[in-house]
C-alpha cells in the first residue's frame, strides 16, 4: 500500500459514507471468489490471513492451482467440508471513496430463509449468474426476493466470461433476457456487467479482453451508485423505543428516526392518545440538534408532558400513518415447523409488540414461477399474501413506502423462535372481514330506547377508527 | 441551504449501535454490559452512555478477571467506572485461582476455559443476567461474520450456529424463556479501522497500555511477553530486554504478544495498521489452538 500522509486520510475517511450490499449466486456461480477478489483486491486482507489461506488450501482447496478467494470466506467447520457456504456472512471492506458491508448469502433453494435474512438492510444486490447457463430458475427467484425487500439497485454480474471467450453476444443476449424478467417487478435501477472473478475481469479494473464493455467495472459502480434518496425523508415517524426519566424536570422520549425529518418546533401528535405537543428540544449525547433524519438516534422532549410509552409513535398531525389492526403483508416463512394457522403469534413491529392471529391466506406464491396458488398453511421458505389481525392497533405505512413502518416479524410464542417475517401492503377494512369475530350488542335486548342509537353509532365508529370493532344489533 | 441528510459511516455505525442498547435496555428486565477494558469495549461504553444521555445507563459493567489482567488494566479500569458513575461488577474464578491455575502451569486452553469461559458463565448464572452485551466485531474473525447481533444462548448458555434466529431490519427479537440469555453485539458491524476513528473523533480514554513505550519483554514461543508481575517462570528472567512495543488487544499478560513499534499516538496506530501486514488476533496467543478454535470456544460460551 502506498505511503498515506494519515492525518488527511483519516479526515477524509471520516466523511465517507457506507453502502450495505447483498450478494446471491448459486454454489457455482463463484460468488464467494467474487468477494474475495474485492477484498483482495481492496486490499484490505492482512499478509496472515494470507498466510492461514495457504495452508487451508492445501487441505480443501478445489480452484486448483490459483488461491482458493472463496477459502477466504468460509468460517464455519461444517460448511467447509460441504464446500458450501451455509449461512449469512458479513464482510467488510473499503476504498478511497466509500465503505462497504456485503452480506453474502447462499443460493440453494432451501436457504431462501438466509438471503432474506442477509437482504433486510442492503441498499443494493449483487446477483451472479454463470455466463455459461444464463438466467436460470435460481436467477428468477434471487431477483423475485430482492424486490420483495424493496432493494432499489440490483447489478446482474455475468461471472465466467472467460468461459465464453469473453463473447459480447453471449453477455448481451443474457442481459437482455434478465432485464425483460425484471420488468414487472419494480426495481428502478438494474446495470449488467460481464466480468471474471477468477480472472479479475471488469472486478477493479477495466477488462482488456472485453473492450467492446463500456460501462463501469464492477467496483467503480459501487463507490459511484447515489444511494442518498432511497430512504423516506417525506413521513416523520418515530416510534418511541425507550423513556428517559433521570430526574423529575428531565422526561425524553428515546429512539431512532424511523422516516422523515423532525424540526424543534414541529408540532407532533402522539398515537394513539392523539395527543398534541412541540418539539421543546432534540437532544443528543454531542449537544441539542435543530432537526434529526433518519437513522439518527436522539431523544426529544416536548412542551407538555404528555404521557407516552414504548411502542407508541410521534407523528406530524398532518402525516398520520396507518392506524388499524387489520392489515395484509407479504410474509415470508422462517420456521422449520410448519405454520399452525391457529397459533396467536406475537408481532413486533417497530418498537411494537402485539399478539396476531392469522385471518386468512390470500395465496401463496412460487417464488421460481410467480404463480398464484391457494394454501391452508405455509412452509418453510413458502412466501405468501397474509391477512392479520392484531390484539392492539399498529401503526404502520405499506412497505413500499416506508421500510421501516412497513416491516414486521412473527415470533412463536411457544419456541420464541422467529418464525416469519413481513412486509405489510395495506390496511384492511373490518367490513371486509368476513371471518372475523367480532362482539355483538343486541339494543333493544339491553332495553336502550331508539333515541339513543345515533349517540351509540358514534361512538361505534369512534372505537372502530381506533381498530376496535363491535357490531350493532337492532332488533 | 438545503441541508443535506446524509451521515458519515461513523455516525450511522453509532445511531446503529445505540438503537441496539436501547433495544435491550428496553426489553430485558436483567442485562450487564461486559467490559474487558480493550479498545472495543472502551467504545461500547462510550456508545451505551451517549444511548441514555443526560441520564445514568440503567445497567451495570461486569468484568471477568482472570487474575493474569496487566496491572494498567485493572488501574484503568477503576478510575474510568469511577469517574463516569458506572456500576462496575468484578467476577473470577477464585476457586480455580486459589489452585494456582494460570497460563504457565496449565497452559492456555485450560487457563482460558477455567479462568474466563467458566468465570463468565458463573458470574452471569449467579446475578441471572437475560442479556449481557459484548464488545466482538465481525470483522475480527471468521466464525463471528456469521453471528447475529441479538445471538440465542440456551440454558447452558451454549451457541448454536446452525440454529440461529433470523434477524432482519433493526427488529431484533429479545423473546427468550427463563433461564436462557441473549448475548448481544453492538459493534457487529464495526472494523479495528472505524474502532480507531471513533476513538479518535471522540476523544474516548483507552489503557496507555496500546501506545508505543520502552518496556520489558521476553521472547516466549515466537511472542513478545511483558512479564507483568513476579509469575513469570524462572527460565525466563534472565533473558528480559527493554523494547519499544505497544499491544494491539490486551488480555492476559503471559497470552498476549506486544509488537515492536514506534506509534505513540492514534494517528501512527492507524498508519502503522493500514501498512503493517499482520491482523491483530495473531498476538493473541489463545488463538494458535486450531483452525476452528474460536468457533469451538464459542459454542462452549466463550465470547
Known amino acids: 500500500m502506498e505511503k498515506l500522509d494519515i492525518k488527511a486520510f483519516l479526515d477524509q475517511d471520516e466523511k465517507k459514507d457506507l453502502l450495505r450490499l447483498l450478494t446471491a449466486g448459486s454454489v457455482d456461480d463463484g460468488k464467494s471468489t467474487l468477494i474475495g477478489r474485492l477484498l483482495f483486491d481492496s486490499k484490505k486482507l492482512y499478509e496472515d490471513q494470507l498466510d492461514a489461506l495457504e495452508r487451508d488450501t492445501k487441505r480443501y482447496g478445489n480452484a486448483g492451482d490459483n488461491i482458493d478467494y472463496a477459502l477466504l470466506l468460509d468460517g464455519l467447520k461444517a460448511e467447509r467440508e460441504q464446500g458450501i457456504t451455509i449461512d449469512v456472512a458479513y464482510r467488510y471492506f473499503s476504498t478511497n471513496r466509500r465503505k462497504f458491508i456485503i452480506a453474502d448469502t447462499p443460493g440453494h433453494e432451501q436457504y431462501t430463509r438466509n438471503m432474506i435474512t442477509g437482504g433486510s438492510t442492503a441498499n443494493l444486490a449483487v446477483i451472479l449468474v454463470d455466463a455459461r447457463m444464463g438466467v436460470i430458475t435460481q436467477t428468477r427467484r434471487h431477483t423475485f426476493l430482492v424486490s420483495l425487500l424493496g432493494i432499489k439497485h440490483v447489478v446482474l454480474a455475468v461471472n465466467k466470461m472467460d468461459l465464453v471467450d469473453y463473447r459480447e453476444e453471449v453477455f448481451s443476449r443474457i442481459a437482455e433476457d434478465y432485464r425483460q424478467f425484471a420488468a414487472p417487478l419494480d426495481i428502478p435501477d438494474i446495470v449488467c456487467i460481464p466480468l471474471s472473478a477468477l480472472k479479475g475481469d471488469n472486478v477493479v479494473e477495466h477488462s482488456e479482453n472485453m473492450p467492446w464493455y463500456t460501462g463501469k467495472p464492477l467496483l467503480e459502480f459501487l463507490e459511484t451508485v447515489h444511494i442518498g434518496s432511497d430512504k423516506n425523508f417525506e413521513d416523520f415517524r418515530y416510534p418511541v423505543q425507550y423513556v428517559l426519566r433521570p430526574n423529575l424536570d428531565f422526561r425524553g422520549f428515546s429512539s431512532t428516526v424511523a422516516s422523515g425529518i423532525i424540526r424543534k418546533g414541529d408540532e407532533v401528535v402522539a398515537l394513539p392518545s392523539m395527543k398534541r405537543s412541540r418539539v421543546k428540544a432534540i437532544v443528543t449525547a454531542d449537544g441539542d440538534l435543530d432537526y434529526a433524519f433518519p437513522p439518527q438516534a436522539v431523544t426529544l422532549t416536548l412542551e407538555d408532558e404528555i404521557d407516552i410509552s414504548r411502542g407508541e409513535m410521534l407523528v406530524h398531525p398532518d402525516n398520520l400513518p396507518m392506524i388499524s389492526r387489520t392489515f395484509e403483508a407479504m410474509l415470508v416463512w422462517m420456521d422449520e415447523k410448519r405454520m399452525d394457522p391457529e397459533e396467536r403469534f406475537f408481532i413486533k413491529q417497530t418498537t411494537n409488540l402485539s399478539r396476531v392471529k392469522i385471518e386468512k391466506i390470500r395465496y401463496k406464491v412460487n417464488v421460481n414461477t410467480m404463480e398464484q396458488s391457494p394454501a391452508e398453511a405455509l412452509e418453510l421458505n413458502e412466501i405468501a399474501r397474509v391477512v392479520f389481525t392484531t390484539d392492539k392497533p399498529l401503526f404502520f405505512d405499506p412497505y413500499k413506502k416506508n421500510k421501516s413502518t412497513g416491516a414486521f416479524i412473527l415470533i412463536d410464542p411457544i419456541t420464541n423462535n422467529t418464525s416469519a417475517v413481513g412486509m405489510i401492503i395495506d390496511k384492511v377494512e373490518m367490513k371486509d372481514m368476513q371471518e372475523l369475530e367480532v362482539p355483538e350488542i343486541h339494543l333493544s335486548r339491553l332495553g336502550i330506547g331508539e333515541e339513543h342509537y345515533e349517540a351509540i353509532e358514534r361512538v361505534i365508529h369512534d372505537l372502530d377508527r381506533q381498530g376496535i370493532s363491535v357490531k350493532l344489533m337492532k332488533d | ?303
Open chain 2, 1 to 303: 441551504m438545503i441541508p443535506e441528510y446524509k451521515l458519515s459511516h461513523l455516525r450511522e455505525l453509532e445511531a446503529e449501535s445505540i438503537h441496539i442498547i436501547r433495544e435491550v435496555a428496553a426489553e430485558f428486565e436483567n442485562p450487564v454490559m461486559l467490559y474487558s477494558i480493550g479498545k472495543d469495549s472502551s467504545v461500547m461504553v462510550r456508545l451505551a452512555e451517549k444511548a441514555f444521555y443526560p441520564g445514568k445507563v440503567p445497567f451495570p459493567l461486569m468484568h471477568i478477571d482472570s487474575k493474569w489482567k496487566f496491572k494498567e488494566m485493572i488501574e484503568f479500569r477503576d478510575k474510568y467506572a469511577r469517574e463516569n458513575h458506572w456500576d462496575l461488577i468484578v467476577e473470577s474464578n477464585m476457586k480455580a485461582f486459589h489452585e494456582g491455575v494460570g497460563p504457565f502451569t496449565h497452559g492456555s486452553k485450560v487457563h482460558t476455559d477455567l479462568m474466563k469461559t467458566q468465570a463468565l458463565l458463573n458470574a452471569l448464572d449467579k446475578y441471572k443476567f437475560d442479556a449481557a452485551f459484548g464488545g466482538a466485531r465481525r470483522d475480527e474473525e471468521k466464525s463471528r461474520a456469521k453471528e447475529r447481533i441479538f445471538s440465542f444462548r440456551d440454558k447452558f448458555h451454549q451457541w448454536d450456529p446452525k440454529n440461529q434466529r433470523p434477524e432482519l431490519w433493526n427488529i431484533y427479537n429479545a423473546r427468550i424463556h427463563k433461564g436462557e440469555s441473549i448475548r448481544v453485539f453492538p459493534l457487529s458491524n464495526w472494523t479495528e479501522l472505524d474502532i480507531w476513528q471513533y476513538i479518535r473523533m471522540e476523544n474516548i480514554p483507552i489503557v496507555p497500555l496500546y501506545f508505543a513505550k520502552e518496556r520489558p519483554v521476553v521472547e516466549i514461543d515466537g511472542n513478545l511477553i511483558m512479564p507483568d508481575d513476579d509469575r513469570l517462570p524462572e527460565q525466563y528472567r534472565d533473558k528480559i530486554q527493554m523494547k519499544k512495543v505497544r499491544f494491539r488487544t490486551l488480555g492476559c499478560w503471559p497470552l498476549t504478544g506486544a509488537v515492536e513499534s514506534d506509534a505513540d499516538t492514534i494517528e501512527k496506530i492507524v498508519e502503522e495498521m493500514m501498512t503493517t501486514t499482520k491482523s491483530e488476533r495473531t498476538t493473541r496467543v489463545i488463538d494458535f489452538d486450531q483452525d476452528a478454535s474460536m468457533e469451538q470456544k464459542k459454542r462452549e460460551g466463550y465470547f
